[in-house]
């Protein structure tokens, strides 16, 4: 028969910021009890889809009915952060002052209070009536006519989460690995596989830093593996640096004339003075181009790992990708890395273009390597179930007890 059920398990707190978690894990598995599963293959969902996507469901039924595998998704702790999966718009008193003071720049008065402006169906007319002023401005040639303005606006995620990123999200994947290894299927000598592309694949490699013991074989669709460039803007705390140029994404779905720069709702921020400051060693252990920690995850079973990326990522370095893939080489690891470096390698099919993510389907992506890694031996995983990683002030110690990941952090004396 085949399987198609949803759980809400019990997974980690924020052991970095002392806060409990309130929300359950959900998750979604997929497997048919007349096959003989081999493996359970984690697709992770990257920013703007969770479990409820159509295209992932349909590639969810298709390995698990075609294959001998057990499939699952996991709405990780703040997956819902865009619209599409249920954040909510919403003004911080960061938005409200930038809206207040483009006013004043604009000398446009509007007939609302910007301080009473909370939700979106509060501060939307108040939007839209700047929208229809500034139109006029431009009309009489008061402003250039491809003029726009940029807006600030936060986004508070589903279950009343925050944007922690990247540490809770991936404890959240392996913890959920772990469960249905040991509390569903009960076997021990499952394979475990995780695909994923952008965000997602970069969850996949973390886990290998997080818990290198537990995953068998990561495919890895154009991650990063730095928290330069590009990368850091998602974590929220953007606007207190430049909200226009480091949001998390910005749109103009909703007004012609303003651009609306979102910010995810984070606790993380760049107050120095603050016990959510996002110090640098925050930043070290979410980033998996580390050397001293690559050659302390080396000293593990480290799972099998396959990787493309583009030399024309908009996004993330191919030089980056390179170097991480060398110094796992280095250190023995089993790699094999695909760089797409010209137009000659996009076929259309499985290349179909040159940037971010190559518009490789994962369905694709997976039938290419599947039957590779069921078909390798299972890997000795003894080992201790505990890895710790020294971050400038701070070491983070990760442990597996009773079927989940802890993590510890203690300050360096």
Not at 101 to 121: C, Q, R, V, W
Not at 204 to 229: M, R
Request: net charge negative.
């Amino acid at each position: 028969m085949f399987i198609n059920q949803t759980y809400f398990i019990d997974s980690c707190n924020d052991a970095e910021l002392n806060i409990k978690r309130e929300s359950k894990l959900e998750f979604q598995l997929m497997y048919d009890d007349t096959k003989e599963i081999e493996a359970i293959m984690c697709i992770i969902q990257g920013l703007g889809a969770d479990i409820r996507d159509p295209v992932l469901k349909f590639n969810m039924e298709y390995f698990a009915s075609k294959c001998n595998v057990a499939v699952l998704s996991v709405n990780y702790h703040g997956i819902g952060n865009r619209p599409q999966t249920g954040a909510k718009w919403y003004l911080d008193d960061i938005d409200k002052l930038i809206f207040d003071t483009s006013l004043k720049a604009l000398n446009i008065e509007i007939p609302y209070d910007i301080s009473n402006l909370n939700t979106f169906e509060e501060f939307y007319p108040a939007m839209d009536y700047l929208n229809k002023e500034i139109q006029k401005k431009k009309d009489n040639w008061d402003l250039s006519r491809d003029y726009y303005l940029d807006l600030s606006a936060s986004l508070q995620l589903t279950n009343n989460e925050y944007q922690n990123y990247g540490i809770m999200q991936t404890i959240d994947m392996i913890n959920t690995l772990l469960y249905v290894k040991t509390k569903i299927f009960k076997n021990n000598n499952l394979k475990t596989i995780v695909v994923g592309v952008s965000h997602g694949a970069y969850m996949g490699v973390l886990s290998a830093k997080i818990a290198p013991w537990v995953i068998d074989a990561i495919i890895d669709n154009s991650s990063h593996v730095t928290l330069e460039g590009d990368a850091w803007r998602y974590i929220g705390f953007g606007k207190e640096v430049d909200y226009a140029q480091y949001s998390c994404f910005a749109t103009f779905h909703y007004f012609k004339n303003i651009r609306l720069c979102a910010s995810e709702k984070t606790l993380w921020t760049t107050n120095k003075q603050s016990p959510y400051y996002f110090s640098l060693a925050r930043k070290l252990i979410r980033e998996t181009l580390n050397k001293d920690h690559l050659n302390i995850q080396a000293k593990y079973p480290n799972p099998k790992y396959i990787a493309y990326h583009s030399k024309f990522d908009e996004y993330v370095p191919l030089e980056e990708k390179e170097e991480y893939v060398s110094i796992l080489k280095e250190l023995g690891v089993d790699v094999e890395f695909t760089k797409i470096t010209d137009n000659q390698q996009v076929d259309g099919k499985f290349i179909k273009n040159l940037t971010h993510g190559m518009g490789i389907p994962i369905k694709l992506l997976i039938k290419k390597h599947l039957s590779q890694i069921l078909q390798e031996p299972l890997k000795d995983k003894t080992c201790k179930k505990e890895i710790s990683y020294k971050c400038d002030d701070l070491i983070y110690t990760f442990k597996e007890e009773n079927e989940q990941i802890l993590l510890d952090v203690q300050k360096l004396s």
